[in-house]
């Protein structure tokens, strides 16, 4: 069975933790993905060749891999470059998501001239993290084996999606137009969202924050209770 076989109609559980939180810890990380895929996940999605490679070991689901790199003076951060896309590779990923905006990328690198090395020289297949349907319809001219709603919200010429939900209309013109697989991402935090994403036509559905960050579940509680410690 193909890895877009084993993905279809099914959820990919993204295990991160941000910069400070006590979660960010590869054995953390594993044990995150050992449960989601005990508790009927398809795949999972990670940052970073530690956390990836303690979660190879652990899970037999195919793996998104990303490595969130920041460089002076570029935007893109999420596997900007080969060197970053060939370590996720080695740490065990089945599929590497790549920044599919069209900002400046280090080294001069394009986003076309990285599709094809993944491709030519790793052999694997390449997720675009779109911000807009228009990325997402330009990756998949230039080769983009599937694309993503992953950045919606989160370039400044789409920043008016953040505070409204998962872009829904954004993966229903992806849906209909792209011609490659889609994946949900971003934002899709209840069941609810994950049903109506998959009936719309994604292949799966990625969901982070609601699942593997507890410290922002945490927060939704003590908020309500500060009115009362006063």
């Not at 400046?104 to 779109?130: Q, S, W, Y």
């Not at 400044?156 to 939900?165: A, H, P, R, V």
């Not at 229903?172 to 069941?191: S, T, Y």
Request: hydrophobic fraction near 45%; charge should be negative.
């Amino acid at each position: 069975m193909s890895v877009l076989d084993q993905l279809k109609g099914g959820l990919v559980v993204s295990c991160q933790a941000k910069e400070g939180s006590p979660f960010r810890k590869p054995v953390i990380m594993a044990a995150m993905a050992k449960a989601a895929e005990q508790s009927g996940a398809v795949g999972i999605r990670a940052n970073g060749y530690d956390d990836i490679k303690a979660i190879r070991e652990e899970v037999n689901l195919p793996i998104i891999g990303i490595l969130k790199n920041d460089y002076p003076g570029f935007d893109v951060y999420i596997t900007p470059t080969f060197e970053d896309a060939k370590l996720v590779a080695s740490a065990g990923a089945d599929i590497i998501a790549i920044d599919a905006t069209p900002r400046k990328r280090p080294n001069g690198e394009t986003f076309k001239e990285l599709i094809d090395r993944i491709h030519d020289e790793l052999n694997l297949l390449v997720m675009a993290d779109c911000s807009t349907a228009e990325e997402g319809l330009q990756a998949a001219k230039l080769g983009a084996d599937i694309v993503a709603t992953t950045m919606s919200g989160y370039t400044e010429y789409s920043k008016e999606t953040l505070n409204k939900g998962p872009d829904v209309a954004m993966l229903q013109a992806l849906v209909e137009n792209a011609g490659v697989p889609v994946i949900a991402e971003g934002r899709f935090n209840e069941p609810g969202d994950v049903q109506k994403a998959l009936s719309i036509g994604a292949l799966a559905v990625v969901v982070g924050t609601a699942l593997t960050a507890p410290e922002w579940r945490m927060k939704q509680f003590t908020e309500v209770t500060k009115p009362f410690r006063k």
